[in-house]
């Protein structure tokens, strides 16, 4: 089993940024991936961005150029720097786990209005 603890999320202004971390502990895997999704009222959940235990990154398109993703293998944790913050970008954000299994966190709502 693995458990994940996210904190960060808050309310943001336009073009605000906020930073997102996601702790895992239990059974720590070397070779997994860490990622962040988000849902938003009435959508789907969707990738974020992800990165791989070696740390190579993949974003989504839509936040590409404005949020980053980073990773403390001796901390187990994965790190979202999310700047130029949108409305749009308002969503519950997931860090997901990926190993021999998957887990999710359990979510940290991100709102980006004035």
């Known amino acids: 089993q693995v458990q994940l603890v996210e904190s960060g999320g808050g309310l943001v202004q336009p073009g605000g940024s906020l930073r997102l971390s996601c702790e895992a502990s239990g059974r720590i895997a070397s070779t997994a991936s860490m990622g962040w999704y988000r849902q938003a009222p009435g959508d789907r959940r969707e990738l974020v961005a992800d990165?791989?235990?070696?740390?190579?990154?993949v974003y989504a398109e839509s936040i590409e150029g404005r949020f980053t993703i980073s990773r403390d293998n001796a901390k187990n944790t994965v790190y979202l720097q999310m700047t130029s913050l949108k409305p749009e970008d308002t969503a519950v954000y997931y860090c997901?786990?990926?190993?021999?299994?998957?887990?999710w966190g359990q979510g940290t709502q991100v709102t980006v209005s004035s």
């Open positions: 990165i791989s235990s070696h740390g190579i990154p």
């Open positions: 997901r786990y990926s190993a021999y299994k998957t887990y």
